[in-house]
C-alpha cells in the first residue's frame, strides 16, 4: 500500500470516551466565533478543519488493537453533537468519514485496515462520494468500476457522484461502484486524484458549507488493493445501518441543543408580552410553558440517542439478526426524536425571542435552516411504520444505510 502524497502531522491521540468528550467540548468552543460566518461564506475555513483533525477526534471510533480509542457509540454520538451545536457543518463533515472507518472495519482485510487506520490516526480525512443524483431511488448506483485490461492490478471508475459531505476538506475520497457483476464496491481514492474531480456546487439554504456536491469520475485509475467488497456489508447482519443512522441523528441532536442555548439567550433579551402582566419575559408563563416543553424533549432526545449507542455496543461484538434489529429499531427512536427536536427548536428560538431574534446580524435563522436542511437526509416518516411493524408484529427492518 503506498503512502497518501500529502504529508500529514499526526493529530493527538485520544484514548478513552471521557477525553473525546472533554475535548469535544473544548474543540467547539474555539469554532463559536467563527459559526456564523461560516454560514453566510458557505465554507470553513481550512485551518479550522485541520485543528478539528489535530484534536484526534476524527480517530475516535478505530479498533483499540490498531492504536484508536474504540470509543462507545454514546460517546461517538455525544462528540459530533457537541460540534453540531456550535456549527452544523463542521459536526456533518466527519459524519461519513466516521461511516468509511466503520466500513474498514466490517469489510477491509488486515492489511487495509492497518494501512488506512495510520491514516486516520494521522489527520486523514475521508469523505463519502456514494448517492447520486437520479436513479430509480437512492440505492441505484450507476458508477462502474472495470479491471484494467492493460493493469490487472487496478481498476477504472467512471461516473458521477452527488452529496458527497466533506469533499472539499477531505485527503481521500471513497467511491461507491457497481463491478461487472453489479456488486457494490467501495474504491479509496486521494482527492487529487487524476480522473477526480471535486465540483464545489453545493447550494442548498441550509447545511451551507459541508460540500455536498458533485464528485465527477473520468477513468479514475485506482490500484485493486484499495478495494473493497462493501456488497458484503449488508449480505450478513452487521451494525453499518445503523451505525450511519446514529451518526446522523447525532448531527440533528447537536442543532437541537444549539437552538435551545440561543432560545435561553434570546428569551432573556426579549420583552414580555403587553397582556402578561409580569416585567420579563422570562417570568411569562406562556413562554415558561414553551421552554419547558424544550427542556424535557431534549432530555428525552439525548436518553434515547444514549440508548441507542448502548443497543449499537451490544451488538457490535456478536451481531446477529435479532441484536442488529435491535439497534436499528433503538436508532430509528433516536431518529425520529431528535428530526422532530431540530426542528421544533430552531423554530422556537425565533418565536420566543421575538422580532429582534430575526435581524440578519443574529442568524439566528440558520438554526431552522440547518435543521431542515439535514434532517431531509432520509425520510423519518418512514421510521414510524418500521418501529410500529417491529413493536406489534415483530417484523424485522431492512438491513440498508437508510434503517
Known amino acids: 500500500m503506498t503512502a497518501p502524497s500529502a504529508a500529514l502531522a499526526r493529530a493527538r491521540t485520544i484514548t478513552t470516551d471521557d477525553e473525546a468528550r472533554e475535548v469535544a467540548r473544548a474543540f467547539a468552543e474555539t469554532v463559536r466565533p467563527h459559526a456564523a460566518r461560516i454560514d453566510a461564506e458557505r465554507r470553513i475555513p481550512l485551518e479550522v478543519v485541520d ?13 483499540r488493537e490498531y492504536g484508536g480509542a474504540e470509543v462507545s457509540h454514546a460517546t461517538l454520538a455525544d462528540v459530533i453533537a457537541t460540534v453540531s451545536a456550535v456549527e452544523p457543518s463542521l459536526g456533518q463533515i466527519p459524519q461519513n468519514h466516521f461511516c468509511l472507518v466503520e466500513d474498514i472495519r466490517l469489510s477491509g482485510t488486515p492489511e487495509q485496515k492497518a494501512f488506512f487506520f495510520e491514516l486516520v490516526l494521522g489527520g486523514a480525512r475521508f469523505a463519502n462520494a456514494f448517492s447520486e443524483a437520479g436513479g430509480k431511488n437512492v440505492a441505484q448506483i450507476q458508477t462502474t468500476l472495470r479491471p484494467d485490461a492493460d493493469d490487472p492490478g487496478t481498476v ?15 485527503h481521500w475520497i471513497p467511491v461507491l461502484a457497481v463491478d461487472e457483476e453489479g456488486l457494490e464496491k467501495l474504491v479509496f481514492t486521494e482527492r487529487d ?17 459541508t460540500s455536498s456536491g458533485t464528485v465527477v469520475l473520468d477513468g479514475l485509475r485506482v490500484p485493486a488493493e484499495r478495494v473493497f467488497p462493501m456488497h458484503q456489508e449488508y449480505e450478513v447482519p452487521t451494525i453499518a445501518g445503523p451505525f450511519a443512522q446514529l451518526t446522523t441523528a447525532a ?25 402578561s402582566g409580569v416585567d420579563s419575559a422570562t417570568e411569562d408563563p406562556l413562554t415558561l410553558e414553551r421552554v419547558g416543553r424544550l427542556d424535557i424533549d431534549l432530555a428525552a432526545a439525548e436518553a434515547l440517542t444514549e440508548k441507542a449507542g448502548a443497543a449499537l455496543d451490544a451488538a457490535k461484538p456478536t451481531p446477529d439478526a435479532q441484536n442488529v434489529a435491535a439497534a436499528s429499531i433503538a436508532v430509528a427512536r433516536a431518529k425520529v426524536l431528535t428530526t422532530e427536536l431540530s426542528l421544533e427548536a430552531s423554530s422556537r428560538l425565533l418565536e ?7 435581524l440578519g446580524e443574529k442568524a439566528l435563522d440558520r438554526y431552522w435552516r440547518n435543521a431542515r436542511v439535514h434532517t ?21 427492518p431492512a438491513r440498508h444505510s437508510w434503517i
Open 51 to 63: 485543528a478539528f483533525s489535530e484534536t484526534g477526534l476524527w480517530a475516535i471510533t478505530i479498533p
Open 156 to 170: 477504472v471508475v467512471s461516473g458521477r457522484k452527488f452529496y458527497s459531505t466533506g469533499s472539499a476538506y477531505a
Open 193 to 209: 486524484s487524476a480522473g477526480l474531480t471535486v465540483v464545489d456546487d453545493w447550494s442548498a439554504f441550509g447545511q451551507r458549507a
Open 251 to 275: 448531527v440533528d441532536l447537536g442543532i437541537a441543543r444549539g437552538a435551545i442555548v440561543e432560545t435561553h439567550t434570546a428569551v432573556r433579551g426579549a420583552r414580555p408580552w403587553i397582556d
Open 352 to 358: 420566543l425571542g421575538g422580532t429582534r431574534s430575526a
Open 376 to 396: 431531509l437526509h432520509d425520510p423519518v416518516r418512514w421510521k414510524y411504520a418500521i418501529i410500529g411493524d417491529y413493536a406489534l408484529n415483530g417484523t424485522l
